[in-house]
């Protein structure tokens, strides 16, 4: 949840009893300094900025935004208003949690507020800003970005990967017919983690997902992107950097980068070896070698080893959890309610009748499935707080001001529980959908689980038709029920961050599979 989930992952010893007598004297001063410029800072408080919670000294807010930020931010906004600042540390952020606010944001003041924040470890990890989703505004992020979407993202492409993703849930579904031939519990949490990961290891490496720790690469790179680092927290210099030194941050960040860096250089290094085979597709580290090497200069973006690094670490942080959150919710929530789970069932078992198999084609003529993933996407957006922006230039929405390097974030996960746009808004009723034209493209601000304007994600359509996919065939080819005689009332729902950029289910989904039989 970038940089609310500081508190969880910041790890420094508070216990002054193990730092040397000098560390405590600075300690002390830099707490007398912090907490004076505080209040000079509080004197000259910015005219008209939105209303605040109290503060406390040095980490202001920080102690308000517990375990689960997104739901804090949303109970802080019943008292404080859908614009509201924090400050966290020295670091101040306006909250955005209605529609009309997001709709005022992200389209009425979208080019001014499309810039992103700059931290150490999205330096580090975005090779300097050489990526989309954390590079600065600038002419290079829109060339970048229109390369992407032109080879990677548009809507042949993604089409294009279809046999890719239908012979990666066949594969998925193939591995739960074991368990499901001798009546065993699937944890299809970790099913649908593989999945992700097959199907985005052989677009963009062109090559099988051979599991060996990778998901857990992406998982310490997120925790530290999702935090700042002490030296930023700190406005002191040189107190910040005592913390982190302490705490081995930056000798994590390095050895996660570098393990992270390694992966992509060995890839890349494959592509260019001419034993090589040449492949029956060319992947997304083929098709940026190529624009490499057909470079004519001078040219606005040179593709470089770097760059290519960057995309890819773009690539893996936005569609490896993502996609798998929202297969485990949305089977989780047809769990708990299995009328809505056999209406589904009948709905694709109907259309698909003795095939075998749900096709991509197929699911294009199965709206209730279409309306599934739309309500757990409105329910259980994968990262309730869409990453932060920054204010370009000065404007107001709703008489507040906006200022010039401000960072503002949308809490998503409220803006989709709002009684004034959704009725029952905490049941999950696909059917809410039915005579309605509201989608999660961006053109409605009641759903934004992948933003919108100008840093909507990218990578949507692939996303969404993997959930797709893997749904209409994990529907049609089994029935599913809860182990051990578990009742659908006590099947746990509860949320966790852990230290992550997204929300998934706390405790693993495991459903027992019965096969099917047309």
């Known amino acids: 949840m970038f940089f609310l989930s500081f508190l969880n992952s910041f790890s420094i010893s508070m216990s002054f009893l193990h730092f040397p007598p000098w560390l405590h004297l600075i300690i002390f001063l830099s707490s007398l300094f912090i907490i004076l410029k505080w209040k000079a800072a509080a004197n000259k408080r910015k005219c008209n900025f939105p209303p605040s919670p109290p503060k406390i000294p040095i980490i202001g807010n920080l102690h308000q935004l517990g375990k689960l930020p997104h739901k804090s931010l949303w109970r802080l906004s019943q008292l404080y208003g859908p614009i509201m600042s924090l400050s966290l540390g020295r670091i101040e952020i306006i909250i955005i949690s209605s529609v009309e606010t997001a709709r005022a944001l992200l389209k009425i003041h979208d080019l001014q507020s499309c810039n992103r924040p700059q931290t150490h470890a999205i330096k580090k990890f975005s090779y300097n800003f050489l990526d989309i989703a954390f590079s600065p505004y600038s002419d290079y992020w829109r060339e970048i970005r229109k390369i992407c979407m032109l080879e990677f993202f548009s809507m042949k492409r993604v089409l294009s990967y279809k046999p890719i993703r239908e012979q990666e849930v066949g594969l998925f579904i193939e591995s739960i017919s074991q368990s499901a031939s001798c009546g065993a519990v699937v944890d299809l949490s970790e099913k649908s983690i593989a999945l992700t990961a097959g199907v985005i290891f052989r677009i963009a490496f062109g090559k099988q997902f051979e599991g060996d720790g990778f998901h857990e690469l992406i998982s310490e790179v997120e925790a530290l992107l999702g935090s700042y680092s002490a030296s930023e927290f700190f406005p002191v210099p040189f107190v910040g950097e005592v913390f982190d030194w302490f705490s081995g941050r930056e000798t994590r960040l390095e050895r996660v980068f570098n393990e992270m860096n390694g992966l992509f250089q060995e890839v ?45 670490f773009d690539i893996f942080l936005a569609g490896l959890d993502t996609s798998s959150i929202t297969i485990v919710w949305a089977m989780a929530e047809l769990a708990k309610n299995s009328k809505l789970m056999k209406k589904a069932q009948e709905e694709i078992r109907n259309y698909v009748g003795n095939k075998r198999k749900v096709t991509e084609k197929d699911v294009e003529e199965l709206p209730y499935l279409k309306m599934i993933v739309k309500e757990t996407l409105r329910l259980h957006p994968p990262a309730p707080l869409l990453l932060p922006r920054e204010t370009i230039s000065h404007f107001k929405i709703e008489d507040y001001n906006f200022y010039p390097k401000t960072m503002v974030q949308v809490n998503v996960w409220a803006i989709g529980r709002d009684p004034t746009y959704w009725k029952d808004p905490e049941e999950f009723l696909p059917e809410r959908f039915a005579e309605s034209s509201i989608d999660y493209k961006g053109q409605h601000f009641e759903l934004l689980p992948f933003g919108a304007g100008r840093r909507i994600c990218p990578g949507l359509n692939m996303g969404v038709k993997t959930v797709e996919l893997a749904l209409a065939n994990l529907l049609y080819h089994y029935d599913w029920k809860l182990p051990n005689g578990m009742k659908e009332e006590d099947l746990d729902m509860e949320e966790n961050s852990g230290l992550s950029l997204t929300i998934y289910k706390k405790l693993p989904l495991k459903l027992v599979p019965i096969l099917y039989h047309p």
């Open 268 to 312: 890349i290094d494959e592509h260019l070896c001419p034993q090589r085979p040449k492949p029956e597709q060319d992947d997304i580290i083929d098709v940026l070698l190529a624009i490499s090497k057909n470079q004519v200069e001078p040219c606005s973006v040179v593709i470089t080893h770097e760059n290519i690094k960057a995309i890819l």
